[in-house]
C-alpha cells in the first residue's frame, strides 16, 4: 500500500520558520488533490493548505500570508513553507491525498475538507513556543 511520509517538524520559537516535506509517490499523477492539515490536542483536524493537480492553491485564513504549499511532481513531495509561526500553529500536521475530484480540491461549493481524502501520512509534530 502507498503510504505518504511527512517530515521536517519539530520545535522553533514564535516568529520561526520550518518548512514540511511530504513524500508522495504516485500522488503526482494528476488525479489528486493534496493537502496539509493539523490537529491540536483536544481540537479536530483542520484543513491548513491545498492544492490542485494545477497548482491552485487554497488556504486557512489564520496561515494567508505566513505558510506556502507547493508540490514538485517530479520529486513527488509536498511542501509546507511556514514563516511567522506563532504558538497557536503547535499541532501535530498531516499531509493527505483525494481523488474524489480527479485533481480538482473543490466541490462546486466548497473546499474539500478533511473527511474527502482517502490517504494520510502519520503525521509530524510542530511545536511553536513563545
Known amino acids: 500500500q502507498v503510504r505518504l511520509m511527512e517530515s521536517g517538524g519539530g520545535s522553533v520559537q514564535a516568529g520561526g520558520s520550518l518548512v514540511l516535506s511530504c513524500s508522495v509517490p504516485?500522488?503526482?499523477?494528476?488525479?489528486?488533490?493534496l493537502g496539509w492539515f493539523r490537529q491540536a490536542p483536544g481540537k479536530e483536524r483542520e484543513d491548513v493548505a491545498l492544492?490542485?493537480?494545477?497548482?491552485?492553491?487554497w488556504y486557512e485564513d489564520s496561515v494567508k500570508g505566513r505558510f506556502t504549499i507547493s508540490k514538485d511532481n517530479a520529486k513527488n513531495t509536498l511542501y509546507l513553507q511556514m514563516s511567522n509561526l506563532k504558538p497557536e500553529d503547535t499541532a501535530t500536521y498531516y499531509c493527505a491525498a483525494s481523488a474524489k475530484y480527479s485533481g480538482g480540491c473543490y466541490t462546486g461549493w466548497d473546499w474539500l475538507r478533511v473527511p474527502d481524502f482517502e490517504y494520510w501520512g502519520q503525521g509530524t509534530q510542530v511545536t511553536v513556543s513563545s
Open positions: 504516485k500522488f503526482t499523477d494528476g488525479r489528486y488533490c
Open positions: 492544492i490542485t493537480r494545477m497548482d491552485s492553491t
